[in-house]
């Protein structure tokens, strides 16, 4: 018989490569997703007041790492919390656009996160993305949807020398091991 698991843990428990970039699981992080309609005051209103900011444009992220919201599709964001807080706050949000054309849900135990950091990043992640990595097109507080090999993910640039890396928890190793094989030490391009 299997056993249960008593409280939440990282995928890998928090695996670590130093190459090209630190490539690292990132802690535990609370992602809600909400759909509905942007231009809806109610909607925008209640997502920016739990989110502590601004309604995010195409491709944008506002906020912090602690919390943000993340534009994901044009009815589609993502707000990233406080793993712990996660689950209340999609409840009050879920009851808060009750009667709305709304969608809310907990998907932080479905996602894992990865941190790339240093400036060999925009370099790492080219050789597995379809991105248009240049600073110019991929600034920081920038968000895209992508494929990294086989894998569906999210990417975040930070800063210039920071970017978090979302994708489906069951695929957390092989997202992993990606990341670490673009980062390996003898594979720098120095295109970027």
């Known amino acids: 018989m ?3 698991l008593t ?5 890998l428990g928090g695996a670590r490569f ?15 997703t909400l759909r509905g309609d942007f231009a809806s005051p109610g909607f925008a209103n209640v ?3 739990a989110a ?3 309604m995010p444009g195409q491709r944008e992220v506002r906020g912090t790492q602690d919390k943000a919201l993340m534009w994901m599709s044009p009815d589609e964001l993502a ?3 406080p793993y712990a807080e996660a689950a209340p706050m999609a409840a009050k949000l879920a009851d808060m656009l009750a009667g709305s054309h709304a969608l809310v849900a907990n998907v932080s135990d479905a996602r894992a996160h990865f941190l790339l950091k240093g400036p060999g990043l925009r370099d790492v992640i080219a050789k597995l993305a379809p991105v248009d990595m240049a600073p110019g097109a991929m600034p920081p507080g920038t968000l895209r949807r992508t494929r990294f090999a086989q894998v569906a993910a999210g ?7 920071t970017a978090q890396i979302f994708c489906f928890r069951s695929v ?3 997202m992993f091991d990606l990341l670490s094989t673009a980062a390996a030490p003898e594979s720098a391009v120095g295109h970027f």
């Open 47 to 49: 997502v920016s007041s």
């Open 79 to 81: 707000l990233l919390c």
């Open 18 to 32: 130093d190459g090209l970039v630190c490539v690292e699981e990132a802690p535990l992080q609370g992602m809600i």
């Open 2 to 4: 299997s056993e249960l």
């Open 155 to 161: 990417i975040w640039m930070q800063d210039d020398a």
């Open 7 to 11: 409280s939440p843990a990282q995928a």
């Open 52 to 54: 502590a900011t601004d």
């Open 172 to 174: 957390a190793q092989y």
